[in-house]
């Protein structure tokens, strides 16, 4: 729809005249993010998911007289901070505003005797661990995209960092936050460092995705940086062994930095090594001195009465080095008739080895290459990341096939009872499945947006709402 002049001038009196476009480029720019489906689209010029406006907010006070606006004249919004989705999350299906929030003045507030520190939520996630790091603390969120992702992002897609063995995801690492709602309240969500005093409302807007509200400022913990650190990688006879070992270490209560499960197809991958005969396991322990060597020997005891044999810190130092690399993915998306995909899920560990072997079996047909592994892991089971890679004759060949690995992996998945997704969230990708999901717990979901959202302006089209 073409937004009446009237509108475009009232959103400019709020934001300033230069921050409004309604620029093709700028509305083809903001219809896709970092998901390989909408790279691809964009590579032959498809860009479905577009704008009518874009409204850059340079300051969190302007976020509700903009949603105002949006409400009265019913335009749907879809917030977009850093756009380091892989899921389609921040992309308009239904025209209206695009809102980017990654202009905001990034601010911090570090309260060192309580372990927290407040920023504003457009911050750059890498940045903040930056200022951190340079007082001796640390965030404990280090996801693949730290430096591309912000931090206010982390909250509403229910984002996990490569550490969450022993800091856990965002939902533990979230002290409180602030939200402003479609209907333009300012809610304050805090329990520090813990409160009953009825639900924690803080888990509503976590992986709301843009669909419940706007994230202003966030308030996380920070740990300080850990005095020893200690690296190992083991060779596993088998993906079962390695299971085996995932599943002993969590239920012994032992809490490593750093667990990582790669099968053969990934381990040749990771170890850089064409002829790796095994699959590959990757620990680390951080704390005290004492004990971090003290949880490196367990794990060693752990790994090896499990088939394991220790191969030297090389392996797993080097993935450390190089964790935040795209490129694999990047440079096969740029290939012509290249297609690149990752798909993480997660499942209980009596069923884990099972949805391995059936989706990599599903999988084989549809690309050059599927690779997995195992890298969040609970006392009740892991996550399951999987990476396919292939070449087709053509772009428009990559995009039905990537299509076809989604529509593949979620059957499986519905039909095993797995999650269907562990920490990349639902976006475009996963709103189809997202009710068969949930089940009878959509519901909630669906009731929850009719009282927050009335209007149904914000993001509308996401989470199967
Ligand atoms: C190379 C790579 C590696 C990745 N690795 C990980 C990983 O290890 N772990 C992980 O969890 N994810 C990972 N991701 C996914 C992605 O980085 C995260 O989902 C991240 O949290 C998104 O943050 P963003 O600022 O880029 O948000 P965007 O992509 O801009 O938006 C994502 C969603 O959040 C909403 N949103 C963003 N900001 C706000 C706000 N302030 N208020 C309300 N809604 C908002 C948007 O509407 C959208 O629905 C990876 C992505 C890439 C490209």
Redesign the pocket.
Known sequence: MNLPPAVIAALESVVGSGRVSTDAVDLEATSH??WPLTTKWAMVGRHPNQADVLVHASWAHQIAPVLAIASREGIPV?????????TG??LPVRGGMVLD??GIPASFELNERNFTVTAS??YNGGDLEAEMQRRGLTLGMS???LH???V???????????FSSLYGGIEDLVVGYV?ILATGETIVLSASPRAAMGPDLRQI?LG????L????SVTLKVFPVAPAELVQTFTMPSVSAGLDFLRDQASKGLRPFLVRLYDLDEARHVMADESFSSPVLFVGTRGLPQVAEAEMNALTEIAERLGGAAIGPEGAQGWLERR?D?ST?EKRLATPGGFAETIEVAHDWDQLEGLHSALKEALAPLADEVLAHFSHVYCQGSSMYLILLGTLDGDAEAIERIEKIWETTMQICLDRGAELSH???G?LARSPYASRSLGSAHLVLRKLKAALDPEEIL?PG?LGL
């Open positions: 993010d970092t879809t917030v977009r901070a850093l756009g380091s989705s892989v999350q921040p929030v990654s939520a457009s996801p693949q995209s591309r992702s912000s206010g992002g982390w909250l509403a897609t229910l984002a996990t960092g490569q939200v807007f709301s995705e843009g669909t509200g706007v994230i202003t935040y795209f993915v920490h990349h969230g976006g993001n996401k």
